[in-house]
């Protein structure tokens, strides 16, 4: 099985067709095909992957890019934003291995993992709860809630 590696820039062409591709379902299940990961410009992403705070982790099989995340780091708390698996080859274990690897990848002084996703959203919610995130928040984006969970790391 491939390693989780760090991706950069020249990834930003791959992650962007990855992120569209697998956040489709996401806005089938909510009605909003306004969600950012859609709608994010390749500009954007890039400038994105520049910003020191922000490191992407994506697992590649050969040549393709299969999985992706980003984790954006402010001082005690790292949040994992964009968890992304090629729509062929979800519910194979990739999502799982990717959120394992946030652990080795962010600084002694993380000690708490913030994510989200879309109430409608109950594979992914049950996939963060059996990983061990807690909710501890919602908020309305309209015509529904965004689940805010997270989980303790200890170093
Ligand atoms: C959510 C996602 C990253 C999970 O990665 P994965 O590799 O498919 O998941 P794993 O194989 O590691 O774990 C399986 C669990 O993930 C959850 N899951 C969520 N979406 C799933 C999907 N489309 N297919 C299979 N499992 C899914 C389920 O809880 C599943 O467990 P179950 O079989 O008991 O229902 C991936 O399915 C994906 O990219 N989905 C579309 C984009 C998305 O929703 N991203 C998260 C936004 S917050």
Same mark, same amino acid.
Not at 75 to 84: F, N, Q, S
Not at 121 to 141: D, Q, T
């Given at each position: 099985?491939?390693?989780?590696?760090?991706?950069?820039? #020249?990834?930003?062409?791959?992650? =962007? *067709?990855?992120?569209?591709?697998?956040? $489709?379902? !996401?806005?089938? /299940?909510? +009605? #909003?095909?306004?969600?950012?990961? =859609? *709608?994010?410009?390749?500009?954007?992403? $890039?400038? !994105?992957?520049? /910003?020191? +705070?922000?490191?992407?982790?994506?697992?590649?099989?050969?040549?393709?890019?299969?999985?992706?995340?980003?984790?954006?780091?402010?001082?005690?708390?790292?949040?994992?934003?964009?968890?992304?698996?090629?729509?062929?080859?979800?519910?194979?274990?990739?999502?799982?291995?990717?959120?394992?690897?946030?652990?080795?990848?962010?600084?002694?002084?993380?000690?708490?993992?913030?994510?989200?996703?879309?109430?409608?959203?109950?594979?992914?919610?049950?996939?963060?709860?059996?990983?061990?995130?807690?909710?501890?928040?919602?908020?309305?984006?309209?015509?529904?809630?965004?689940?805010?969970?997270?989980?303790?790391?200890?170093?």
């Amino acid at each position: 099985m491939a390693d989780v590696s760090r991706l950069g820039v #020249d990834d930003a062409g791959e992650l =962007l *067709t990855l992120q569209r591709a697998a956040y $489709v379902t !996401e806005a089938q /299940l909510h +009605h #909003d095909l306004t969600l950012p990961a =859609l *709608t994010q410009s390749v500009d954007d992403l $890039v400038a !994105e992957l520049e /910003l020191p +705070h922000v490191t992407a982790l994506g697992i590649k099989l050969g040549a393709r890019l299969v999985a992706a995340l980003r984790l954006s780091v402010h001082g005690e708390v790292a949040e994992v934003g964009r968890l992304t698996v090629v729509p062929d080859l979800q519910g194979r274990g990739l999502g799982s291995r990717l959120l394992a690897a946030v652990d080795d990848w962010v600084p002694p002084s993380v000690t708490r993992v913030e994510l989200f996703t879309g109430e409608h959203s109950v594979a992914n919610i049950r996939l963060y709860e059996r990983k061990g995130f807690v909710e501890f928040k919602r908020e309305n984006v309209g015509s529904y809630d965004l689940v805010f969970l997270a989980r303790t790391i200890v170093h």
